[in-house]
């Protein structure tokens, strides 16, 4: 049975293997994972459909596979194929039992294929792929494979060997790990970008290519939401065994300003604004692999302790690499909180295809002018908003931040919200 890449997202056409759960002559249940597949967005595992034993794999770790792709075989009940049964292979008498002749097709034929044709090395794909990227002449790259298959370990136990003996690559040469020779003494260390990475890093420089992105701020005096909070905690945890956090409290104020101003809760297509009459509500956690957007789905259905559930359940998920792509898409608008990490004030980059997304950053106590003559310490907090100026006018999205300043300075107001 052929494992193949299954269908990933509607927008998803390839993966890279992450990690083979499985390896060749492992056992295999029906529905056990053998393979996990990373996309632009999550960590997939992909099952077998029935039980047996994994005997090849056509897909070193960090391959490219796209959709429908062959990436392993899985014979059903059957053994993985032994190395001592390689033997009969360099004979060539004709006088071997039938069912033992039959049974030895497939490796026979391998072999005779490694044998006659010297100039050509039979190697996997991926060995192939990975000595292509490499530079390097899959005839100089000895294996302790018994039938002369070149395996993927091969290669690239072949590219950090000494290579006094190998031939010098025609195209490109090998880069060095670390310490290159044009900067003694700097030592450097070169890390592959994860597919997630340069999709998020691709993403975000074509958000600030083609769309008109401009940042607007403002600061609110948190004292209401921290009094409110150390009031009602201890019920709300007893209650919803959950506490009452920051971020329930600014996904209920941006429903409500999105409410007030559609256009910040829309996106562009072709010539066409699509309003979203739904309020979808991403909300941007630190995963393994960078920061991610998991979305609080029906946000203005949802009250506090719903939404902090959700949003503990989503960090956790992230955390654990653990994301389904329903989790990460068809969002309507995004916050995130740089003052987790301490930031002061931020400029954030839309989550495209939004045309708005809000910042929130760390409370700091600062001296506030009550009235002319007196001043007070206040916990305050910068809070940013970045939007789609194509679709956004200024008046609309200074408006809208004013309105969540609004909301979170009286936060008994939420309750009167719609």
């Given at each position: ?17 992450a ?8 056992h ?13 967005k ?5 099952p ?53 002749e ?11 294929e ?28 000895a294996t ?54 340069k ?10 290519q ?165 001043m ?26 004013k ?8 936060p ?7």
């Open positions: 049975m052929e494992i193949k890449v299954p269908e990933l997202a509607e927008s998803i056409t390839e993966g890279t293997v990690s083979w759960l499985k390896q060749p002559g492992d295999v249940e029906k529905g056990e994972a053998i393979v996990e597949l990373e996309t632009d999550v960590n997939i595992e992909v077998s459909d029935e039980a047996g034993t994994l005997t090849e794999v056509m897909a070193a770790e960090g391959d490219t596979v796209r959709v429908g792709e062959t990436i392993a075989v899985i014979s059903a009940g059957g053994e993985a194929p032994k190395p001592a049964a390689a033997e009969p292979v360099q004979e060539t008498s004709k006088e071997t039992p039938k069912a033992e039959k049974a030895e097709q497939p490796v026979a034929a391998a072999a005779t490694s044998t006659s044709v010297a100039d050509r090395p039979i190697a996997s794909p991926a060995a192939r792929k990975l000595a292509r990227e490499k530079g390097i002449d899959l005839a100089q790259v302790q494979d018994p039938l002369g298959r070149i395996r993927v370990q091969d290669v690239a136990t072949f590219e950090v060997a000494p290579r006094e003996q190998a031939k010098p690559a025609p195209t490109k040469p090998a880069t060095p790990a670390s310490a290159p020779a044009a900067a003694p003494g700097k030592p450097e260390e070169r890390i592959k970008m994860s597919r997630r990475r999709t998020i890093a691709n993403r975000l420089v074509e958000v600030q083609t769309a008109a992105m401009l940042t607007t701020f403002n600061e609110i005096d948190m004292s209401a939401v921290m009094a409110l909070r150390k009031r009602r905690q201890e019920k709300f945890v007893k209650e919803n065994e959950v506490k009452l956090g920051f971020m329930s409290f600014f996904t209920k104020a941006a429903v409500a300003a999105l409410k007030k101003m559609p256009y910040l809760n829309a996106e562009i297509q072709g010539d066409e604004i699509v309003l979203k009459k739904f309020y979808d509500i991403g909300i941007a956690v630190s995963a393994p692999d960078g920061l991610v957007v998991p979305v609080v789905r029906d946000a203005d259905k949802k009250n506090f302790a719903e939404i902090e559930k959700d949003i503990i359940q989503l960090a956790v998920k992230a955390r654990d690499n653990k994301l389904g792509l329903s989790d990460l898409t068809g969002g309507t608008f995004t916050i995130t909180n740089g003052g987790t990490f301490g930031s002061l004030m931020s400029t954030p980059i839309l989550n495209g295809p939004q045309v708005a997304i809000l910042g929130m950053h760390a409370i700091n106590l600062r001296p506030v002018a009550i009235d002319a003559e007196r007070e310490n206040r916990p305050m907090m910068y809070v940013a908003l970045s939007y789609d100026h194509r679709i956004v006018d200024g008046k609309e999205a200074v408006t809208f931040l309105h969540i300043k609004d909301l979170l300075e009286d008994e107001s939420l309750i009167f919200e719609a």
